[in-house]
């Protein structure tokens, strides 16, 4: 009997549906869809959740500056989002929307609990001083910085450039100092709950440097989740925000199926920009309303364009469809995953994409797929052909797909380092390629067929490891390899790849087709 493996919960921050999606998102869906595909290949039940953020004063702003009613802008752009994840090949299990019934239950349920709990914890008190809409945060007056206008005016700037306003009103606090030693304590039992290592220091010192009682209500806007029993205040946005990822589960139903099952969530994958909401907030909230932590959050770098950062006032923001456009969907998967260290910022520029593509995708693995099956369907009447005596050459490239492939790009997955766990499976790849080369197989059809047919059983062998190794990257290319040698559905999984399932003989496949085209560098420039 298979071990029985744990179920998995991931999700992705939702995004704000002020301004339509852009690469940023995209790549933070990716990055989340890569995990989350990988999880069910290793055997894993998964629930991948991702969304979008509707309330809070930015959105209300956004939607009164087009003429719109909040509720119908923020249903428009949802939709641009939901798009978003059918054209990349999301595989989330929900979408939630804050602006559901079921999130207005849980984020009031989740404040009551805090109030029950906690009693102390939240309080009434009039709140003074510095809010950034953009980024819906307040900010001490120390955490500023001053920026002057073109008529020479002086004005506050939040650490992210965003402007301040200030603000003074009556507002429910969280009584979030009563949490340091809580937090760091949590911090230092757990030392992965806050990765790459780099974020985690940045946090702790956060927390160490005193950390303030927050607003958690608003009164000069309404677009919010009512404070239950004062419905005058609306929740703080990310009070509101940061619960839908126990609302995707079923909370308040804590005995629920799905609450029980993926509670707490092995990885909230975020953007670096708000680490203080997920590492320091989010724990704060869940302890005082007597709830689980979750095990991780993974903050991700930002996606540059040609070394510079993507603005609207600089004009070099990049729509996700015009990369899928310019180099098809599976190969901007790849590119982005392949690209882009391990928590870091990852630049994009075209050059070095068309490159990548190139040699990987079309040159690596489309080749070594094309040209070994075009032989079988040549040489052996389209049928996988029996393998005979296998040589030392042969035996070293199956242990290499069969022993030791998945481990360690399992290893590589659970620590989200993707760029390392497909350059493992690559390694794979070019030595397929230097033994069909040095094999080559179509010089021995007539000196010496049982050779052949081994060479190309072995051949067709490692490429449907590979097919079913690649599919969490390139899910819809991955499949077509698999489709061309007949390989049924429930049989792509991490289970299949050992020596006990290799390929039978004998099996007719269908006529190769190229599954990932060369780019011409001149041609397609983005
Ligand atoms: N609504 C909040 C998140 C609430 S989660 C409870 C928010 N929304 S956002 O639309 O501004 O950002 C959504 C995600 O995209 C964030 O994780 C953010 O870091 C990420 N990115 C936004 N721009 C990005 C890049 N240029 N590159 C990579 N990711 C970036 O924050």
């Not at 933070?28 to 894993?44: N, S, Y």
């Not at 930015?58 to 054209?87: H, N, R, Y």
């Not at 985690?200 to 440097?209: A, L, M, P, Q």
């Not at 959050?297 to 609207?312: Q, R």
């Amino acid at each position: 009997m298979a071990e029985q493996k744990p179920p998995f919960y991931i999700t992705t921050a939702i995004s704000y549906v002020n301004g339509s999606p852009h690469l940023g998102h995209a790549y933070e869906q990716i990055l989340t869809d890569t995990m989350a595909r990988f999880k069910r290949l290793d055997g894993h039940e998964v629930m991948f959740l991702t969304g979008t953020d509707e309330h809070g004063q930015k959105v209300a702003k956004t939607a009164e500056a087009k003429g719109m009613e909040p509720k119908a802008f923020c249903d428009l752009i949802s939709q641009e989002f939901v798009g978003m994840t059918q054209m990349l090949n999301i595989s989330n299990d929900d979408f939630i929307r804050t602006t559901e019934p079921r999130h207005y239950k849980a984020s009031q349920a989740i404040w009551n609990a805090i109030k029950e709990n906690n009693p102390e914890d939240i309080y009434l008190g009039k709140y003074e001083g510095w809010y950034s809409v953009r980024d819906e945060a307040y900010f001490a007056e120390s955490e500023l910085t001053e920026g002057v206008d073109t008529q020479g005016n002086k004005y506050k700037l939040a650490p992210t450039g965003a402007p301040v306003a200030w603000v003074e009103e009556e507002s429910y606090f969280f009584r979030l100092s009563a949490y340091t030693e809580k937090l760091l304590d949590y911090y230092a039992a757990h030392p992965n709950f806050i990765q790459p290592d780099a974020r985690r220091n940045e946090v702790i010192s956060f927390v160490k440097g005193n950390l303030q009682d927050i607003s958690i209500s608003r009164t000069n806007f309404s677009w919010g989740v009512p404070v239950p029993g004062d419905d005058k205040h609306v929740m703080y946005v990310w009070l509101d925000a940061l619960t839908n990822y126990i609302t995707g589960i079923g909370y308040p139903e804590t005995g629920g199926d799905d609450y029980k099952k993926f509670w707490p969530a092995d990885y909230h994958v975020i953007g670096k920009d708000i680490i203080r909401f997920h590492c320091v907030y989010w724990p704060a909230f869940l302890m005082a309303a007597g709830l689980e932590l979750p095990k991780a959050v993974f903050a991700h770098g930002f996606i540059n364009v040609n070394g510079a950062k993507m603005s609207k006032s600089v004009g070099n923001v990049i729509a996700p469809n015009d990369l899928i456009e310019t180099y098809g969907l599976d190969q901007t998967r790849y590119l982005l995953m392949r690209e882009v260290p391990h928590g870091q910022d990852g630049n994009f520029a075209h050059e070095h994409a068309v490159q990548r593509i190139n040699s990987d995708l079309a040159n690596g693995l489309g080749n070594l797929v094309q040209r070994s099956l075009s032989m079988i369907h040549k040489n052996c009447d389209a049928k996988i052909p029996k393998p005979n005596v296998y040589t030392d050459d042969d035996k070293k490239l199956l242990d290499h797909a069969h022993n030791r492939l998945i481990r360690p790009v399992m290893e590589e997955v659970d620590n989200m380092r993707f760029h390392r766990a497909l350059e493992k499976i690559w390694r794979l790849v070019n030595d397929a390629n230097i033994y069909v080369d040095t094999q080559a197989p179509w010089a021995l059809k007539k000196e010496d067929p049982e050779r052949m047919n081994t060479v190309l059983y072995v051949l067709a062998e490692v490429i449907r490891v590979l097919g079913i190794a690649t599919s969490a990257v390139t899910p819809e290319s991955s499949a077509k390899i698999l489709d061309q040698i007949k390989i049924p559905e429930d049989e792509r999984h991490f289970g299949m790849i050992n020596d006990e399932y290799s390929l039978p003989s004998d099996f007719e496949i269908d006529k190769p087709e190229g599954i990932f085209p060369r780019l011409d560098e001149a041609e397609k420039a983005a």
